[in-house]
């Protein structure tokens, strides 16, 4: 008797994984089809580099370190705005032009490098300085800001080293505080960066967008910024010397569902015309095709993500909700991972049996649910 138990029991043992066989699944391609994208329009000369901030974007070519010309102003202001905060509405502090002060636009007047009129005597608010340094690129603005912030120049390039240090701008390093220098040199992904923080401010993204102002003595000076104004171009600043090329950070808005981001194209070493043509032209194309290269996949609610259950008797797993994936065709295929809830008795309907993780531009989770109620077949079923 003993020996017909222990062998029942060893019958029944075997034939426990039939009862219960464990459940199955399997991908469907439909939902996960991709469509074409245009190619990025990297520029064919120089550097460049292309950023969403908000969704973690980068991507560069050719990123390498390079003299920045005028671009260096967004540093002479970044640092400026760090000692000397400004609200919108507000003028700072005031100061009054001295003979020193008009010299100095008269040597850079001389040399060519871009600056504003002044007249001794004449009273210039931060407000002013900054607007004529972004938008007309007024070098001896800079020299002004750089003595009421730091005494002197030299010692306000110092404060931008040490303050490109601390935002981990690797390829950065400043030589005078205008940019005329070719040794104030950087990298395209380092300046998208740092356009990004530049553009935090407020009062940064009203003076920028403007095509013009209004000065005291200059009068009404027009920025050199190509395409402000222009369709959803918001900035940023541009720059031109023999040894940079031309230069232009341009920022795009453009809108992903209800949310309004910003795209930063840069690009810096081109060569033609004026260079600044060159340069915004090449900025335009490069931000344009990225708002292009952007593809969003839609998963419908209730769209088919696979089968589950058993051989014969399976039910489709479907999106619980809708999601949108958002990606950029240059940075490859975005990865998807399924992963499945473990079955041995029944499936019901509307029940979660698993995931599906898309991780794009951001990682977006969808759970998967049975249409129909399965289970698997009795082991009578199987051995007939």
Avoid at 52 to 66: E, F, K, N, Q
Avoid at 157 to 180: E, I, K, P, W
Avoid at 248 to 258: H, I, P, S
């Amino acid at each position: 008797m003993l020996g017909a138990l222990v062998a029942g029991a060893l019958v029944v043992s075997m034939q426990l994984p039939l009862l219960h066989p464990p459940s199955t699944a399997s991908v469907a391609t439909a939902p996960w089809s991709i469509h074409a994208a245009p190619a990025l329009a990297w520029p064919a000369t120089g550097e460049a580099a292309l950023a969403v901030p908000s969704l973690g974007v980068l991507m560069t070519h050719h990123d390498h370190v390079v003299p920045i010309a005028s671009l260096t102003k967004m540093m002479t202001a970044y640092v400026t705005l760090q000692h000397l905060p400004l609200a919108l509405g507000q003028t700072g502090p005031c100061y009054v032009v001295t003979s020193a002060d008009v010299a100095t636009y008269g040597v850079m007047a001389h040399e060519d490098e871009s600056s504003a009129a002044v007249v001794a005597g004449e009273s210039l608010c931060e407000v002013q300085l900054l607007e004529g340094l972004l938008i007309h690129s007024a070098g001896n603005y800079a020299v002004i800001l750089a003595e009421h912030v730091a005494t002197s120049p030299t010692q306000f390039v110092t404060l931008m080293n040490n303050t490109a240090a601390q935002l981990g701008l690797r390829a950065t390093h400043y030589a005078d505080v205008s940019g005329f220098s070719s040794q104030s040199v950087s990298s395209a992904s380092d300046q998208a960066r740092l356009a990004a923080l530049l553009m935090r401010s407020p009062v940064v993204r009203s003076i920028v967008i403007q095509s013009s102002v209004d000065l005291p003595v200059a009068g009404v000076v027009t920025t050199f910024t190509p395409f402000v104004g222009v369709g959803h171009v918001i900035g940023v600043k541009s720059g031109r010397t023999s040894a940079a090329g031309g230069c232009d950070v341009l920022a795009m808005t453009f809108r992903e569902g209800r949310n309004v981001r910003v795209l930063y194209a840069v690009v810096l070493g081109q060569r033609g015309g004026d260079l600044l043509g060159p340069a915004g032209d090449a900025a335009l194309a490069l931000a344009q095709s990225g708002v292009a290269n952007r593809i969003q996949h839609v998963i419908a609610r209730g769209s088919v993500v696979a089968e589950v259950g058993w051989s014969g008797h399976r039910t489709a797993a479907v999106a619980a909700r809708r999601a949108v994936v958002t990606w950029w065709a240059a940075n490859g295929r975005p990865k998807f991972v399924v992963r499945w809830r473990h079955f041995t008795h029944v499936i019901r309907r509307g029940e979660v049996v698993g995931t599906v993780r898309v991780e794009g531009v951001t990682t977006v989770r969808v759970p998967l649910v049975a249409t129909t109620t399965v289970a698997p077949a009795s082991l009578w079923q199987r051995l007939r």
